[in-house]
């Protein structure tokens, strides 16, 4: 009798065709999803995904790579490796490479957050049905070690998601080996060169080792045909049918303590060797509750399934190993034992025996996923003739949806007549400010039981003191209390004004730092306010747009409950607004903190202090409102590091979430357009009515926040509000619009290019300057130095328009040439007098022009 492969329904239909190797058609099958992106799904017979499958031929599929990927690395290098899986599919194939490997850690990306465990990155998948991934390793160190970094997913179809990870961590640390491991290749022609050119791109070798390749034609229109198949197969399905339920009975697996549950925080070798030796017993214990007869008198099982819940596939399939090599040693009657695990992806269930998947049952979700409720199934479970299932799944998913009636346990036990229940402990790593903690007890304590002194080369730091609250509106600033909490301190009573003209002089000849004092706060004209509300409507909805582009890409990419921390003040409207898109487009309350930041001095530590104290470190996304040439974007990953090797908390993720990057300094931003943001223009008066911060040792002691003034006289001209519901008006009309950036920016390369400090290097030797801290590129920096510092020229781009018209008139005001200039990769740069002298401004403070 001929075999049907389980392709044939979806070729016919849709005219998809696989190509390849001889025993391509025996790996793969062909199914149709419910997913807007792919319509059709590459089904694995040897994955232990969707189709159930023998639990050894499943961990030699991966085992096979993992040897195979040991022999090209040498023992040496396969020591100094890690091995990272995708979730979901690959979770368990990525564990089963690193076990062929031998020798290296194990890291699986994950779709669920966990508390008090920081992100060390994460990308997305962009057909998968839930594309946000995670990397959570305990420790950090994991993927920055110097060795190479082996990838492993189930099928290596059009490249993307495993060079973008790539591109990503090679960005944080780079290395000189990668290697790529997969079941099948499936790249198209068009596809297949771009491996070589990516790996010249970045500078490194980059392997592919897999077990067969392929091609699939897609013939024009079949996502569209796909839908179509989907919604008139599911329109017409019929239930599948139930038998009465049969029994449902918990076996303790005695799982040996301190071993994860699999590699969403890091498996190492010593891991290993504890599970393997652990792993007979457990067999033994489902092997004995599985020989038990119940009351009912059902006799042993002769044919069983081992299913696995979603990402935890490989604890159940090496527990499906070690039960199979168990019952084989049963010479009484042959027992089958099969292996697969339930999924989130949704699948067409077609009962035709050219169809991979023929039955489908629907359950919802029992693990409180951080991304809501909804539908999981388990794929060609009912129907498969299993007398017994052993469910594995671990502590975090053994939640009262699991037993409800509609539960995964009573859908299950309607299509076999025993259905065991296995819990495995979730591990969750401590965080690491208990583990510090902890240590130095543990350390204070063998000191003393050996009475030997304190090393005092060692400092541990001590507790700071209880650290103040917030500070909010309105007793400071012109913002509502819920729209922003200050991380500062108040000083407003304190004379900190000093004229414009002498700031300048004390700070180039090194006498002061910028922030130890404050200018005089400008009072715009008549004129220049009429500017700035000409401005506002005309840029309100690009500002919005914007707004929205970056809310989306961080709650996409960062946390889907992010806790925002402005980097006051030019960030601290930004803030608000991302605050306000994100509870109008999607009902959040986002907390939101406003920090001090300072050239050369780094950020506020007690601020973080703070923040750690009462937020996951990991939540925190630091906004800006514009980058420039991209200095507080590195002043701020330096002063991380710094804190974090101090002893402080870790887990913030110095990447900074800007509205617009002219510069091309981040990741994530709103736009890359150099253009006037109408908060540029003012200073207090659009920023809440506070100051810039102020970081001097005499007001700012080890224990304070840095400080800032709230200017309460300013109140008639504060424009705050008036600019914030101007753009947040604007919210609704630009969504659409929103929603298609951000979907392409979430697939785009957006690593940072420099291109504006390249310039800025330029621009400082080519006028004589000699000091990029003099050059400050972008319309927001521009304006800056116009109401802020002496000028000595701005430069502008040929032929740029509205965007400069406030430039040109506080130019003006203060008799500083603009100088019209080609290539400029900026709308405009301002230049800070050089070698700044009182003599370089005339008696009526205006600048004096380079002889």
């Not at 049907?4 to 979806?10: E, I, P």
């Not at 070729?11 to 419910?34: F, H, I, N, P, Y």
């Not at 299932?389 to 299509?415: M, T």
């Not at 709650?555 to 991302?578: F, I």
Request: proline share 6%; aromatic share 6%.
């Amino acid at each position: 009798m001929d075999v049907v492969w389980s392709g044939t329904w979806v070729a016919e239909r849709l005219g998809v065709e696989l190509a390849g190797d001889a025993g391509l058609s025996g790996m793969l099958g062909l199914a149709l999803r419910r997913n807007p992106k792919r319509a059709h799904l590459l089904v694995s017979n040897v994955l232990g995904k969707h189709v159930p499958q023998l639990p050894s031929v499943v961990y030699a599929a991966g085992r096979d790579l993992g040897e195979r990927a040991r022999t090209l690395l040498g023992d040496a290098e396969a020591r100094r490796a890690v091995v990272l899986g995708y979730a979901e599919t690959a979770t368990g194939l990525g564990h089963c490479v690193a076990d062929g490997i031998g020798l290296a850690p194990y890291l699986h990306s994950t779709r669920r957050p966990v508390d008090g465990v920081r992100s060390a990155g994460g990308f997305e998948e962009s057909h998968s049905h839930a594309t946000s991934h995670l990397l959570l390793p305990e420790d950090p160190r994991l993927l920055t070690r110097d060795g190479p970094l082996v990838l492993v997913d189930d099928e290596f179809s059009t490249g993307n998601t495993v060079l973008n990870t790539i591109r990503a961590l090679h960005e944080l640390h780079p290395r000189e080996r990668y290697v790529i491991v997969a079941l099948v290749d499936m790249r198209s022609p068009q596809d297949q060169g771009r491996l070589a050119d990516f790996a010249r791109e970045i500078g490194a070798r980059v392997d592919l080792i897999t077990t067969a390749s392929g091609t699939v034609s897609l013939p024009d229109g079949v996502l569209e045909k796909g839908q179509a198949l989907v919604e008139e197969y599911e329109a017409s399905a019929l239930p599948t049918a139930r038998r009465e339920g049969g029994s449902v009975t918990r076996v303790d697996l005695g799982w040996p303590a301190g071993v994860p549950d699999g590699g969403r925080h890091g498996f190492v070798p010593g891991h290993r060797a504890a599970l393997e030796a652990a792993l007979p017993g457990m067999a033994e214990r489902v092997a004995e509750a599985l020989a038990a007869e119940p009351a009912t008198g059902v006799t042993p099982p002769r044919r069983i399934l081992v299913l696995g819940f979603e990402e935890l596939m490989y604890a159940p399939l090496a527990l499906g190993v070690a039960l199979e090599a168990r019952l084989r040693t049963d010479a009484a009657e042959a027992t089958e034992v099969r292996y697969s695990t339930t999924t989130r992806s949704p699948v067409l269930a077609v009962d035709d025996p050219g169809y991979a998947i023929r039955s489908r049952l629907v359950f919802p979700a029992h693990d409180a996923p951080a991304d809501g409720s909804g539908e999981r199934y388990a794929y060609n479970v009912a129907g498969g003739g299993f007398d017994a299932i052993v469910l594995v799944v671990d502590s975090v998913a053994d939640r009262p949806e699991l037993h409800a009636p509609d539960g995964l346990l009573a859908q299950l036990a309607a299509h076999a007549p025993r259905v065991l229940l296995a819990v495995v402990p979730s591990y969750v790593p401590e965080r690491a400010t208990g583990r510090i903690s902890r240590q130095v007890s543990e350390q204070a304590s063998e000191q003393a039981s050996r009475r030997i002194p304190e090393r005092t080369s060692e400092y541990v730091p001590e507790r700071p003191p209880m650290l103040p609250e917030p500070l909010r509106g309105p007793d400071f600033s012109s913002y509502a209390a819920e729209d922003v909490g200050w991380l500062l301190q108040d000083l407003s009573d304190v004379s900190l004004e000093a004229p414009t003209e002498e700031r300048e002089e004390a700070i180039q000849s090194g006498g002061a730092h910028y922030a130890e004092s404050l200018p005089v706060e400008y009072q715009p004209s008549p004129q220049y306010q009429e500017l700035f509300r000409a401005a506002l409507g005309t840029s309100a909805a690009r500002i919005a747009q914007a707004v929205g582009t970056v809310t989306e890409t961080v709650l996409a990419e960062r946390s889907p409950r992010p806790v925002l921390v402005s980097l006051a003040r030019a960030g601290t409207p930004v803030g608000v607004l991302m605050r306000r898109w994100a509870q109008h487009r999607h009902g959040l309350d986002l907390p939101h903190y406003a920090v001090s930041i300072v050239r050369g001095r780094g950020i506020d530590a007690n601020a973080l202090r703070w923040l750690a104290a009462h937020h996951d470190t990991a939540d925190v996304v630091f906004v800006d409102g514009w980058t420039g040439k991209g200095a507080i974007t590195r002043e701020l990953a330096d002063a991380v590091r710094e804190f974090e090797e101090s002893g402080g908390p870790v887990g913030f993720n110095p990447e900074i979430a800007v509205l617009a990057d002219p510069g091309s300094c981040v990741r994530t931003y709103g736009t890359r357009e150099d253009f006037l943001i109408p908060s540029a223009c003012l200073n207090s008066t659009v920023s809440g009515l506070i100051s810039r911060t102020v970081l001097r040792a005499d007001l700012v002691g080890p224990d304070d926040f840095h400080g800032a003034k709230f200017y309460r006289e300013l109140a008639d001209g504060d424009v705050s509000l008036d600019f914030l519901d101007a753009v947040a008006a604007r919210f609704d009309e630009v969504a659409d619009a929103v929603d298609a950036q951000v979907k392409e920016l979430l697939s785009a390369d957006r690593a940072p290019t420099w291109e504006g400090w390249a310039a800025v290097e330029r621009i400082s030797e080519e006028y004589g300057i000699h000091d990029v801290n003099l050059v400050k590129p972008g319309v927001g920096e521009t304006t800056r130095v116009l109401l802020r510092r002496v000028p000595w020229k701005i430069l502008a781009r040929a032929g740029a328009g509205a965007d400069l018209d406030h430039v040109r008139l506080l130019a003006e005001q203060r008799g500083v040439p603009v100088e019209e200039v080609d290539e400029l990769p900026y709308t405009c740069v301002g230049l800070i007098h050089p070698q700044f002298t009182r003599g370089a401004t005339g008696t009526d403070g205006k600048a004096v022009a380079a002889k």
